[in-house]
């Protein structure tokens, strides 16, 4: 584990400990450890977007009232090359945002070790399988290597949702898993994928959040995910990541959400 990361997530802890010792009834107890939840799940997402030449990048992450375990991260790497990650830790609360950091910190660690994304899978979930023990969490994860200058997103789905990838021949895919989330089997083997990015091609990876919000009746669903992606097609990354998420609370009406939402949008638009 890098000493960087180590000393972050040591951090976190301290801070959550001496928090929580401020307070003394249960409500103030559960609300401090809400707040928490939510600083550390901030803590470990990255505050500025690295550059990948000829793509457009966009990320956001929204916390609900019971703060789960979404991340998100750009890492780049060796040779120009960009790791993507987006994924869902099952559970809620302090635990969950613990989780969250660690998945994050194996996954660079692996990412630092290996270059296929099936060995950084492999790695980081034998990891998590260790420290998940007998619990039962797992971690929907997805990791794609962006290489700009290919122009290529080469990728393990690891039990997460499909992200969708609008073509700018208005067809639309899906990236379908490769092999279970992590923390459910050790020594599972993952397939990779590859897909081509042209100009104008759109890719939005996202947590159940998003398609999970729902009104008094219904949930906002992946039809609904589609048809924003498509009316803003043209737009920038982050247009696009700021109309799903209006659309999302137009849905929900000021409904009481308890999933977090996060979101990476992926533009192709060109070299130069």
Known sequence: MPNRE???LVEAINRMVATIRQYGTEFEHRQAEVT??????????????PDAPGFDLAAVSRTAREVGGD??????????????VCADVSGKGIPAALFMALTRTVLRAAASRYAAPAKVVRAAN????????????????FYG??????RTLRYVNAGHNPPVLLRASREWETLEPTGPALGLLCGAEYAEAEVALDDGDLLLLYTDGVIEAIDTEEEFGEDRLRQVVAAHRGATAAAVADAVLAAVDAHVAGAEQFDDITLVVCRAIGEG
């Not at 991340?71 to 993507?84: E, M, Q, S, Y």
């Not at 034998?126 to 929907?140: H, K, L, N, W, Y």
């Not at 290597?145 to 290919?150: A, C, I, K, M, W």
């Open 6 to 8: 180590f000393e972050q």
């Open 36 to 49: 928490i939840a939510a600083e550390i799940q901030r803590a470990f997402l990255p505050r500025a977007l």
């Open 71 to 84: 991340l998100h991260d750009l890492v780049p790497l060796t040779a120009g090359r960009l790791a993507v």
């Open 126 to 141: 034998e990891s998590i399988c260790e420290d998940a023990g007998e619990r039962g969490t797992f971690v929907t994860t």
């Open 145 to 150: 290597v962006l290489r700009p200058e290919r």
